[in-house]
């Protein structure tokens, strides 16, 4: 018989004078386990009726519970992994994490639940979700072969009429005006579209999206069902109406809430097409690609930016949106290998907005949209073609131009996005000198986009937390921000 015992995790004999449960060698694992990364487990660590359980009910939160009380955890440390620990790997407090754990409705923002099992290495196949290019279920519509049909407006599935989204979403349904409604209501409405714009491209989707929701329910939609003295001042409404949509759905997109964004989306373009605006349902269907290309679908955002840019929709739209349009179209090609298309699709967008000027009429929705967002779409285009050094050049050039006061946001995501492409062709102290500028950029921004480009930070500089000091202060900043900024 051991007159110490036996070690907990390995059963090795402790020696005598060991009171703990695990020998010295676990005992150091333990440590650098808890410090680190969570281990990657096997299948079997997720073969438990609680996993099981967890994984069917479709919440993160009692996932987390499952993991944390592993039998495993138990048995080599003599007691549930603690929610400070978890917390501090997945970029959250342990208040965060208790709340998450015993909250009465589950996290469904896709983004947050993809970078949450991203780090806890969660089987794919027990998920309720997709993680980016990878499906738990094989189908030919996520593997881009072969041909597919054009989207048609009339396959945009539009949910809820406008009235019994915004009540889900506010508490209360919209109400008519008897009154007439004219022209200068709808510069009304362009106007606040234009100011809720502008506080979303400095601050990020994650400010002010109940106040533009709310305006849309009190104020908005019972213009609709007033009374016109003209059919052209409906159908301006109409446009207005669907432009506020369409941001609605663009916050909370970069909000990442991205059932209620696409809602909003095919509401925006339903409004459209009644107001017979194709340059307006094309500028929704760019931002319905743009969303698919951000969640790594790539088929479905090819489909939809090749949409955006057919017919009336681009060649009625101002040169600014059509650069807007192409570069989106680009993209599209570049994620499916068509690199000598995507070439020629980003000619023809920096020809187009060549072709703006303060003089040229234009929607107020492209006011966004500047040589700084053209070099930084390029600069996507090329590093999924895999040209990073030509990626490297562009994103610097966007940096270098777009005013970071106004454009605050898509200014962090641009650093954050240099950042990964220095870390990528093995400059790593030249990434974390851009990564520092990224997250000091982005305090006080609220953006689903900015809390990724944060925990893919964290996980390419994860091997170097350890030992250097700069990794270990940017990983500080890191979880601070995403703490911060974590939908609550």
């Not at 022209?183 to 009304?188: H, K, L, M, P, Y």
């Not at 579209?193 to 106040?211: E, I, M, V």
């Not at 390419?460 to 890191?478: F, G, H, I, N």
Request: aromatic fraction near 6%.
């Amino acid at each position: 018989m051991d007159a110490g015992g036996r070690c907990q995790s390995c059963s090795v004999p402790l020696a005598a004078d060991n009171n703990a449960r695990l020998c010295g060698k676990c005992h150091r694992e333990q440590h650098d386990q808890l410090r680190d990364a969570p281990a990657a487990h096997s299948r079997d660590f997720f073969e438990t009726d609680q996993f099981r359980a967890a994984f069917r009910s479709r919440d993160m939160g009692r996932v987390f519970t499952a993991y944390r009380t592993h039998p495993r955890h138990l048995k080599m440390f003599g007691k549930a992994l603690n929610q400070e620990t978890l917390g501090r790997w997945l970029g959250l407090t342990q208040a965060q994490v208790s709340k998450i754990e015993n909250r009465s409705r589950p996290e469904t923002r896709l983004d947050i639940l993809i970078d949450w099992a991203k780090v806890l290495q969660l089987p794919l196949d027990m998920l309720w979700f997709d993680m980016p290019n990878q499906s738990r279920f094989a189908s030919n519509h996520q593997s881009g072969q072969g041909s597919r049909a054009p989207i048609l407006l009339d396959e945009l599935v539009v949910p809820r009429s406008p009235d019994q989204l915004l009540a889900a979403h506010t508490g209360t349904s919209s109400r008519s005006l008897s009154r007439r409604i004219g022209s200068g209501d709808v510069e009304v409405v362009r106007e606040m579209t234009l100011l809720f714009s502008r506080t979303d491209q400095r601050r990020g989707g994650g400010h002010g999206r109940s106040a533009v929701m709310e305006y849309l329910k009190s104020d908005v939609i019972p213009q609709l069902n007033g009374v016109y003295a003209a059919e052209r001042t409906r159908c301006e409404m109409l446009s207005a109406a669907g432009e506020l949509a369409y941001l609605a759905g663009w916050m909370a997109f970069d909000d990442s809430d991205h059932a209620l964004a696409k809602d909003l989306f095919a509401h925006a373009v339903k409004l459209a097409s009644e107001a017979n605006d194709p340059p307006l349902i094309g500028h929704v269907l760019r931002a319905m690609a743009h969303q698919s290309l951000d969640l790594g679908f790539s088929a479905e955002a090819y489909d939809l930016a090749t949409a955006s840019v057919e017919g009336d929709r681009y060649s009625r739209a101002s040169s600014r949106e059509r650069a807007l349009l192409g570069v989106i179209h680009a993209r599209s090609l570049a994620v499916r290998g068509e690199g000598g298309r995507a070439s020629s699709v980003l000619l023809r967008a920096e020809g187009d907005l060549s072709k703006a000027s303060p003089e040229s009429p234009e929607p107020n929705r492209v006011f966004f949209f500047s040589e700084a967002s053209l070099a930084h779409e390029t600069a996507c285009t090329l590093r999924d073609l895999g040209d990073l050094p030509g990626a490297d050049e562009k994103f610097q050039r966007s940096i270098n131009l777009r005013d970071a006061s106004k454009f605050t946001r898509t200014h962090a995501v641009t650093l954050g996005y240099l950042g990964a492409i220095k870390a990528r062709q093995g400059e790593i102290y030249e990434a974390c000198a851009v990564w520092s500028k990224c997250l000091d950029a982005m305090q006080g921004v609220r953006s689903g986009r900015t809390r990724r480009v944060v925990s893919e930070m964290r996980a390419t500089l994860l091997p170097l937390s350890k030992e250097d000091a700069v990794a270990r202060e940017l990983e500080y900043m890191a979880v601070t921000y995403l703490a911060d900024s974590s939908p609550s």
